[in-house]
C-alpha cells in the first residue's frame, strides 16, 4: 500500500512564500517520478511540477522562476518551495507518484500517468 500525506498549505497574501512537504511511505520510493498538482474552483487539475529520481525538474510556465520543486531522499519527502506567490495560485494541492524512474517532458504534467495521490492541501492566496 503507498501513501502521500501533503502539509504545508495555508492562506498568505501576495508576494508571500509557502512550503509544500509530500511525505511518502509504503511502496512509493525515491524511484519514483514525483508530482505536484493544483486544482482550483472550476478548473481542472493542472501540473505545477515534477522531480525524478535523478533529480530532473520540470515546471509548468505560470511558475516557473517562482516554485522550486526538490526532494530529501532520506526522509522519502518532495517539496515544493512557493515564492512570490500571486491571487491566481489559490488552489487544492496535491502530490502524485508514477512508479518510474524519470519523469518525461511528455507525461510529467499528465495526472491519469500517476497512480498515486495524496489528499491535498489548501493554498489561499489574497490579493
Known amino acids: 500500500q503507498a501513501q502521500l500525506e501533503e502539509s504545508g498549505g495555508g492562506s498568505v497574501p501576495a508576494g508571500g512564500s509557502l512550503r509544500l512537504s509530500c511525505a511518502a511511505s509504503?511502496?512509493?520510493?525515491?524511484?519514483?517520478?514525483m508530482g505536484w498538482f493544483r486544482q482550483a474552483p472550476g478548473a481542472n487539475r493542472e501540473g505545477v511540477a515534477s522531480?525524478?529520481?535523478?533529480?530532473?525538474?520540470s515546471y509548468a510556465d505560470s511558475v516557473k522562476g517562482r516554485f522550486t520543486i526538490f526532494r530529501d531522499y532520506a526522509k522519502s519527502t518532495v517539496y515544493l518551495q512557493m515564492n512570490s506567490l500571486k491571487p491566481e495560485d489559490t488552489a487544492m494541492y496535491y502530490c502524485?507518484?508514477?512508479?518510474?524512474?524519470?519523469?518525461?517532458?511528455?507525461?510529467?504534467?499528465?495526472?491519469?500517468?500517476?497512480?498515486?495521490w495524496g489528499q491535498g492541501t489548501q493554498v489561499t492566496v489574497s490579493s
Open positions: 522531480i525524478d529520481s535523478t533529480g530532473s525538474t
Open positions: 509504503g511502496y512509493v520510493n525515491s524511484r519514483y517520478c
Open positions: 502524485a507518484a508514477q512508479p518510474y524512474v524519470y519523469c518525461t517532458s511528455f507525461s510529467w504534467s499528465q495526472d491519469v500517468r500517476y497512480d498515486f
